[in-house]
Nanobody, 124 residues
């Protein structure tokens, strides 16, 4: 079992930056692939970023590429999502996810464990 706890969400103005974190426990962190997904009201959950066991590769959809960056700190059992140049359409609940596969993919079905989510709201 892997437990995931997100933190760092909040309200930010368009064009601003925010970093959210996810603390993992229950399994050696270096053996977990990590991902971030988001879900806006009335929309399906969508992939945001992923990082594999070793830290590479990282993956992003075109909607956030160049603005968001995922990173992991194995010493702190934590994965981060740095979000820059935020837009109102980035408003959503952001979920951290973990997979026991070495390669972290882009589909939610590839992930075995999920956090409770953290709200990110971008005002225009």
């Amino acid at each position: 079992q892997v437990q995931l706890v997100e933190s760092g969400g909040g309200l930010v103005q368009a064009g601003g930056s925010l970093r959210i974190s996810c603390l993992a426990s229950g399994r050696p962190f270096s053996t977990i692939g990590m991902g971030w997904f988001r879900q806006a009201p009335g929309k399906e959950r969508e992939f945001v970023a992923a990082v594999s066991w070793s830290g590479v590769p990282t993956r992003y959809p075109d909607s956030v590429k160049g603005r968001f960056a995922i990173s992991r700190d194995d010493a702190r059992n934590t994965v981060y999502l740095q979000m820059n140049s935020l837009k109102p359409e980035d408003t959503a609940v952001y979920f951290c996810a973990a997979t026991t596969r070495a390669y972290a993919g882009t589909r939610s079905g590839e992930y075995d464990y999920w956090g409770q989510g953290t709200q990110v709201t971008v005002s225009s």
